[in-house]
Nanobody, 123 residues
Framework: QVQLVESGGGLVEAGASLRLACTIS????????TGWFRQAPGKEREFLAR????????YYADAVKDRFTISKDSAKNAAYLQMNSLKPEDTAVYYC????????????????WGQGTQVTVSS
């Protein structure tokens, strides 16, 4: 059973940076994909970025590609989301999710999810 645990969220001021971590246990395959999503109150869950464990290829949503960076540490079975120049509209619960080679920007394409970490950006 794959389990994901997010950490690194918090309350920051606009313009600050945060680095979220996603620790993955029960990791199954180098063909897996880890994605980062967020969900603001009253809104749908939104794709941010994903990374393919084999080779490290990355994909981003246009809305965050210039400010957010996804990365991984295979030795630690962890994925990260570096977020720079944070804005109040980035306030949301941030989730990591584990999928496979067919996983893309769609929420339903990921099979395992973490519980989320709150990020709040004050103006």
């Amino acid at each position: 059973q794959v389990q994901l645990v997010e950490s690194g969220g918090g309350l920051v001021e606009a313009g600050a940076s945060l680095r979220l971590a996603c620790t993955i246990s029960g990791f199954t395959s180098s063909r897996d994909v880890t994605g980062w999503f967020r969900q603001a109150p009253g809104k749908e869950r939104e794709f941010l970025a994903r990374i393919v464990w084999s080779g490290g290829r990355t994909y981003y949503a246009d809305a965050v590609k210039d400010r957010f960076t996804i990365s991984k540490d295979s030795a630690k079975n962890a994925a990260y989301l570096q977020m720079n120049s944070l804005k109040p509209e980035d306030t949301a619960v941030y989730y990591c999710a584990q999928g496979d080679v067919y996983s893309d920007h769609r929420v339903r394409s990921y099979r395992n999810w973490g519980q989320g970490t709150q990020v709040t950006v004050s103006s």
